[in-house]
């Protein structure tokens, strides 16, 4: 591939819900850009942006793949992103490096939730954007009906520049309302259209939808508005050049239509992407730090150089592939850059341009276009790469925190030794991920954002590495706690051949605020017991209440204070001071009202409205509070306080629940009482898994 000047490339994310034919439109794209010489199918897995075993097998988007291709002497860098909300994080990461958005919606379904969802990720990102009605060629589709869906949560801004020709299986082209042309397609065919004028029985119709067009062009420009009010129109020349102002400012959002399926449209797309969609110079000045200070940079060739990269990929032959936006400068083959996070130097040799999984060899890249360098070996996701004494760093995205966690287990010792740095390669390239080991329960953990998405991880394992893992719920990491007050003793004294053992103390035991732990106090006066064993005293405490004593899990949230005690001159010791202390702890542990606490989750579910009601009674039979309710859109947006132990299966029950289109967040919260039923079936567990392994040892 030649290389391309920053005004003839343009930067696009493919965004919308899951099976809204995202991978299917961009494969016609190819077709019709000739980077592809047939049309490939999602169903027959062999299109260029689902490359992946895991993708092919599923037959959905888990990953975000670029496919660069060239039309009409501009290079379109195609950013084909996940829909479903398992996977949509990797969208949000990758559309900072998009200039524009194309939101694609289901000719059926209409907007749906994770629709909205990417729509407010180009708001965050201030991305201009079009939406596309896809799918019209199914049964029951309807652009109308698409069209008010996006109407009532997108608002009147969007508005038609395409009309469909035909219905469902009659869908054969789509009317120009911009230049009033007519276009039809062959099905299956190479994606563009025999040009012709409006039939007869659509003129009214595309005249009307013109007219609306031209109107609201017309608002946001007050030479225009005068124009409208003169002639009662626009000539085309103003409205093309009012219609791009009114895009690149966020005020306009065309809507266009086609089937990605059959190919219908694919050319009226890509000349709509060139004309009216902002090269990476047309976005303005970028913001960024520079030696800690905020500042802001224009995307331009003589700027000192400068890359952020968006994505890594962890593969089993080139290694870790780094795929990069060029902010500003232009970068070549073996250019020594500096990653101003590490402060280490790398550098940059092969750079390549991405067609899914083939990488092309290109000597240099301008500012504002997508490339991809193996083998750095410092530089992960969201690092800036720069010239020497440039200290410049572009913000990273905001990625939520993985809402699910499952313990993963080895099955051989072979694969023991080897998951831990397989599962750190795989981490590189999901920020989303989370791999970490449970100071309580001992266990490992991968965390994520549902079932699925760790189920996708431990495939990754067998296939790129060859380690074999087994996924298992994870054990809720429950507290024990004291509700009422204790005054013991705790003495401990052996006598034996020699030296005896003697320790001597005398404590109260009070609870403390949640979240407190634990607090010790020395009110030792008079020298009842030597300074020298008061710390091993506080060391027994603790050691016995790591063991627990209701269901052997950790005593939180307590104050002790020791008051008096006694010792012996020759036998007193350390360990027999710590041994008064474990056993000054058990006295209290009866007498103080112990009582068992289970983690309280946060959860957030975002889910379409008509499924509310549903949801607040599946909430309220996991003992969930509920603490806030708000609808945006068609999106109804449910909070609750849920604990843990109730939420490990919530992902496969929602999905069943609200058909795969609702999505959940969950992040601990606090530390709450277990009812009393719950408590006794935890505590009777717990003591029978003790019978079970003292059994198993005798």
């Given at each position: 591939?030649?290389?391309?000047?920053?005004?003839?490339?343009?930067?696009?994310?493919?965004?919308?819900?899951?099976?809204?034919?995202?991978?299917?439109?961009?494969?016609?794209?190819?077709?019709a850009?000739?980077?592809?010489?047939?049309?490939?199918?999602?169903?027959?897995?062999?299109?260029?942006?689902?490359?992946?075993?895991?993708?092919i097998?599923?037959?959905?988007?888990?990953?975000?793949?670029?496919?660069?291709?060239?039309?009409?002497?501009?290079?379109?860098?195609?950013?084909?992103?996940?829909?479903?909300?398992?996977?949509?994080?990797?969208?949000?990461?990758?559309?900072?490096?998009?200039?524009?958005?194309?939101?694609?919606?289901?000719?059926?379904?209409?907007?749906?939730?994770?629709?909205?969802?990417?729509?407010?990720?180009?708001d965050?990102?201030?991305?201009?954007?079009?939406?596309?009605?896809?799918?019209?060629?199914?049964?029951?589709?309807?652009?109308?009906?698409?069209?008010?869906?996006?109407?009532?949560?997108?608002?009147?801004?969007?508005?038609?520049?395409?009309?469909?020709?035909?219905?469902?299986?009659?869908?054969?082209?789509?009317?120009?309302?911009?230049?009033?042309?007519?276009?039809?397609?062959?099905?299956?065919?190479?994606?563009?259209?025999v040009?012709?004028?409006?039939?007869?029985?659509?003129?009214?119709?595309?005249?009307?939808?013109?007219?609306?067009?031209?109107?609201?062009?017309?608002?946001?420009?007050?030479?225009?508005l005068?124009?409208?009010?003169?002639?009662?129109?626009?000539?085309?020349?103003?409205?093309?050049?009012?219609?791009?102002?009114?895009?690149?400012?966020r005020?306009?959002?065309?809507?266009?239509?086609?089937?990605?399926?059959?190919n219908?449209?694919?050319?009226?797309?890509?000349?709509?992407?060139?004309e009216?969609?902002?090269?990476?110079?047309?976005?303005?000045?970028m913001a960024a730090?520079?030696?800690?200070?905020?500042?802001?940079?224009?995307?331009?060739?003589?700027?000192?150089?400068?890359?952020?990269?968006?994505?890594?990929?962890?593969d089993?032959?080139?290694?870790?592939?780094?795929?990069?936006k060029?902010?500003?400068?232009?970068?070549?083959?073996?250019?020594?850059?500096?990653?101003?996070?590490?402060?280490?130097?790398?550098?940059?040799?092969?750079?390549?341009?991405?067609r899914?999984?083939?990488?092309?060899?290109?000597?240099?890249l301008?500012?504002?276009?997508?490339?991809?360098?193996?083998?750095?070996r410092?530089?992960?996701?969201?690092?800036?790469?720069?010239?020497?004494?440039?200290?410049?760093?572009?913000?990273?995205?905001?990625?939520?925190?993985?809402?699910?966690?499952?313990?993963?287990?080895?099955?051989?010792?072979?694969?023991?030794?080897?998951?831990?740095?397989a599962?750190?390669?795989?981490?590189?390239?999901?920020?989303?991920?989370?791999?970490?080991?449970d100071?309580?329960?001992?266990?490992?953990?991968?965390?994520?954002?549902?079932?699925?998405?760790?189920?996708?991880?431990?495939?990754?394992?067998?296939?790129?590495?060859?380690?074999?893992?087994?996924?298992?719920?994870?054990?809720?990491?429950y507290?024990?706690?004291?509700?009422?007050?204790?005054?013991?003793?705790?003495?401990?004294?052996?006598?034996?051949?020699?030296?005896?053992?003697?320790?001597?103390?005398?404590?109260?035991?009070?609870?403390?605020?949640?979240?407190?732990?634990?607090?010790?106090?020395?009110?030792i006066?008079?020298?009842?017991?030597?300074k020298?064993?008061?710390?091993?005293?506080?060391?027994?405490?603790?050691?016995?209440?790591?063991?627990?004593?209701?269901?052997?899990?950790?005593?939180?949230d307590?104050?002790?204070?020791?008051?008096?005690g006694?010792?012996?001159?020759v036998?007193?010791?350390e360990?027999?001071?710590?041994?008064?202390?474990?056993?000054?702890?058990?006295?209290?542990?009866?007498?103080?009202k112990?009582?068992?606490?289970?983690?309280?989750?946060?959860?957030?579910?975002?889910?379409?409205?008509?499924?509310?009601?549903?949801?607040?009674?599946?909430?309220?039979?996991?003992?969930?509070?509920?603490?806030?309710?708000?609808?945006?859109g068609?999106t109804?947006?449910?909070?609750?306080?849920?604990?843990?132990?109730?939420?490990?299966?919530?992902?496969?029950?929602?999905?069943?629940?609200?058909?795969g289109?609702?999505?959940?967040?969950?992040?601990?919260d606090?530390?709450?009482y277990?009812?009393?039923?719950?408590?006794?079936?935890?505590?009777?567990?717990a003591?029978?898994?003790?019978e079970?392994?003292?059994?198993?040892?005798?």
């Amino acid at each position: 591939m030649k290389v391309y000047e920053s005004n003839d490339i343009r930067n696009v994310a493919l965004v919308g819900h899951g099976n809204c034919g995202k991978t299917t439109l961009a494969a016609g794209m190819l077709y019709a850009a000739g980077a592809t010489n047939r049309l490939t199918r999602v169903d027959e897995g062999n299109t260029v942006t689902d490359f992946d075993d895991e993708e092919i097998s599923r037959k959905i988007t888990i990953s975000t793949a670029l496919a660069a291709i060239e039309w009409k002497k501009v290079k379109y860098n195609l950013l084909d992103t996940p829909g479903f909300n398992i996977f949509i994080n990797d969208t949000k990461g990758a559309m900072v490096a998009a200039d524009a958005a194309l939101v694609l919606v289901d000719g059926v379904a209409g907007v749906e939730v994770q629709t909205e969802k990417v729509w407010g990720f180009a708001d965050d990102f201030k991305l201009p954007r079009a939406m596309v009605i896809n799918k019209l060629e199914r049964e029951r589709s309807s652009f109308e009906r698409a069209l008010e869906s996006i109407h009532a949560g997108m608002g009147r801004s969007a508005v038609p520049v395409h009309l469909p020709m035909g219905a469902e299986k009659d869908f054969r082209g789509v009317i120009d309302l911009v230049r009033m042309k007519a276009y039809t397609y062959a099905p299956d065919g190479d994606g563009k259209g025999v040009e012709s004028d409006i039939p007869a029985n659509l003129a009214d119709a595309a005249q009307k939808a013109h007219e609306v067009l031209v109107e609201m062009v017309a608002e946001g420009n007050d030479e225009l508005l005068e124009e409208f009010f003169e002639a009662g129109t626009i000539g085309e020349e103003h409205l093309l050049t009012g219609l791009r102002a009114g895009i690149l400012e966020r005020r306009i959002v065309p809507v266009l239509c086609a089937s990605g399926l059959q190919n219908i449209a694919t050319d009226l797309i890509l000349n709509f992407i060139g004309e009216f969609f902002p090269s990476p110079t047309g976005r303005g000045r970028m913001a960024a730090t520079e030696s800690g200070k905020d500042v802001e940079r224009a995307v331009s060739d003589s700027e000192p150089l400068a890359l952020f990269v968006f994505k890594t990929v962890a593969d089993i032959f080139a290694g870790r592939v780094s795929y990069f936006k060029v902010m500003s400068g232009v970068v070549k083959n073996d250019h020594n850059v500096v990653n101003t996070r590490a402060g280490n130097a790398e550098r940059l040799a092969h750079l390549s341009v991405l067609r899914g999984k083939t990488l092309e060899p290109v000597t240099e890249l301008h500012a504002g276009d997508i490339g991809a360098v193996a083998k750095l070996r410092d530089t992960l996701t969201a690092d800036t790469l720069c010239e020497k004494g440039v200290a410049i760093a572009y913000p990273s995205v905001q990625i939520p925190e993985p809402s699910i966690a499952y313990a993963v287990t080895a099955k051989t010792r072979q694969d023991e030794d080897r998951m831990g740095n397989a599962i750190q390669r795989i981490l590189e390239e999901d920020a989303a991920l989370r791999f970490y080991r449970d100071p309580q329960t001992k266990e490992f953990l991968v965390a994520g954002t549902g079932q699925q998405h760790v189920e996708v991880v431990v495939n990754k394992l067998k296939k790129r590495y060859g380690v074999d893992v087994a996924l298992h719920s994870p054990k809720i990491p429950y507290r024990e706690t004291i509700r009422g007050f204790a005054d013991v003793q705790g003495r401990h004294k052996k006598q034996t051949g020699g030296h005896g053992q003697f320790g001597d103390c005398k404590v109260k035991v009070e609870p403390l605020p949640r979240g407190e732990k634990f607090e010790f106090v020395n009110a030792i006066f008079g020298g009842a017991i030597p300074k020298t064993f008061i710390p091993a005293i506080e060391k027994g405490i603790l050691e016995a209440a790591e063991k627990g004593y209701l269901a052997g899990y950790p005593v939180v949230d307590f104050k002790v204070t020791l008051y008096d005690g006694s010792y012996h001159d020759v036998d007193s010791s350390e360990m027999s001071f710590k041994l008064a202390g474990r056993k000054a702890f058990k006295a209290a542990m009866a007498m103080a009202k112990p009582a068992l606490l289970e983690p309280i989750m946060k959860v957030e579910v975002q889910a379409p409205v008509e499924f509310a009601g549903d949801l607040m009674g599946d909430m309220n039979g996991r003992r969930g509070r509920i603490s806030g309710m708000e609808t945006r859109g068609g999106t109804q947006i449910l909070r609750a306080m849920v604990p843990m132990a109730e939420m490990l299966t919530y992902q496969n029950d929602l999905t069943s629940m609200t058909q795969g289109r609702a999505s959940f967040t969950m992040e601990f919260d606090h530390y709450d009482y277990v009812p009393a039923l719950q408590a006794d079936k935890i505590i009777a567990a717990a003591k029978a898994a003790k019978e079970g392994e003292e059994e198993e040892e005798e």
